[in-house]
């Protein structure tokens, strides 16, 4: 196990290089200019902004540029936004712990959800319950998180008033009303973003479960006089779960990186956020940061779902 990890790790660091240069050479061509709002002040003039791009470094040659990022990147160091004139790293860091409790909090909600319907739902097959957990689960993925984003406001915010629409992260309000007050807004938008990833998982863990019910071992099991709930735990589920491990792993990073649509809707100021103001200003070092620490992300979740595989299935052996 030690000499695969290893040999995937040395695999990865070419691949993130190769995505690097990919995503810096998108973002360098890529119609927009980060001093647009100095070209339209007639009060600039052009030899300033000439030297202002020099200092940012914006009239060097992309390999020329992207030799300068890599190397700083190496050093920990994102540089610093076009628009704030602030280190990339410390806006990320701002906006990170928003991110996780938010996005964080609703992928934990709906994995403690979605695993238990799928079972029941694969157990109790054209029962009603999994009829209604089925047609559930459709409207679920089928309605887009603006849709339901949207709706919820709609119904919660302007119809009912129980939940702002807007998030604040400037509650200072202190004692429990403030951790009310904080848990009241988020409310929203992480019941948005569960119900669409319990509805996704949900049907992943039943058609999962489904395979491994009808196999053989858990007929034997169940033939030997074993209890159904033992035969579902200790034979069937761990299985099962095998292929659910993949998508549970590679949709971590999104947690990391933010729900970039419900956050725009509910205004939450999280990661999600941050990357669509930084592309509409082309804020490069700040698209470039989050976009390659994505990659990152996926590259390290890839690797736990495959050291996952051997732990809960004996049958796979790494050498």
Do not use: C
């Not at 001093?35 to 060097?60: C, T």
């Not at 709609?154 to 604040?168: A, D, E, R």
């Not at 489904?210 to 858990?218: P, R, T």
């Amino acid at each position: 196990m030690t000499k695969y990890v290893i040999r995937r790790l040395f695999v990865a660091i070419p691949t993130l290089i190769a995505i690097s240069m990919v995503i810096f050479g998108i973002l360098a061509l890529a119609p927009g200019d980060p001093l647009s709002e100095f070209a339209l002040n007639p009060s600039i003039p052009p030899a300033v902004r000439q030297r202002i791009r020099h200092s940012m470094g914006l009239d060097d040659p992309i390999p020329v540029r992207y030799g300068k990022w890599f190397t700083s990147v190496m050093r920990g160091d994102f540089g610093y936004s076009f628009q704030t004139r602030s280190p990339v790293l410390d806006q990320i860091k701002q906006r990170l712990p928003i991110t996780l409790a938010i996005i964080g909090s609703s992928y934990l909600i709906s994995i403690l959800i979605a695993i238990p319907i799928g079972i029941l739902a694969a157990v109790k097959q054209y029962s009603i319950f999994d009829n209604v957990a089925t047609t559930l689960s459709f409207i679920g993925f089928s309605s887009p998180t603006f849709f339901t984003g949207l709706l919820f406001i709609l119904l919660f915010t302007i119809k009912l008033g129980w939940f702002p629409m807007i998030y604040s992260s400037n509650i200072t309000t202190p004692g429990l009303l403030g951790v009310w007050l904080h848990i009241k807004q988020a409310i929203m938008p992480i019941t948005v973003l569960a119900l669409f990833q319990t509805a996704t998982l949900s049907r992943y863990v039943r058609a999962s479960m489904l395979e491994v019910i009808h196999q053989d071992y858990v007929r034997t099991a169940r033939a030997k006089g074993m209890h159904e709930s033992s035969v579902i735990s200790s034979h069937a589920l761990r299985n099962a779960l095998i292929p659910v491990i993949t998508i549970i792993a590679l949709g971590v990073p999104g947690v990391f990186t933010g729900a970039v649509v419900t956050e725009q809707i509910f205004r939450v100021p999280g990661i999600g956020s941050l990357l669509i103001t930084a592309i509409n200003a082309s804020d490069t070092p700040v698209v470039m940061a989050i976009s390659f620490i994505f990659a990152i992300l996926v590259v390290i979740f890839n690797l736990v779902a495959d050291v996952l595989y051997g732990v809960f299935d004996p049958r796979i052996k790494y050498s």
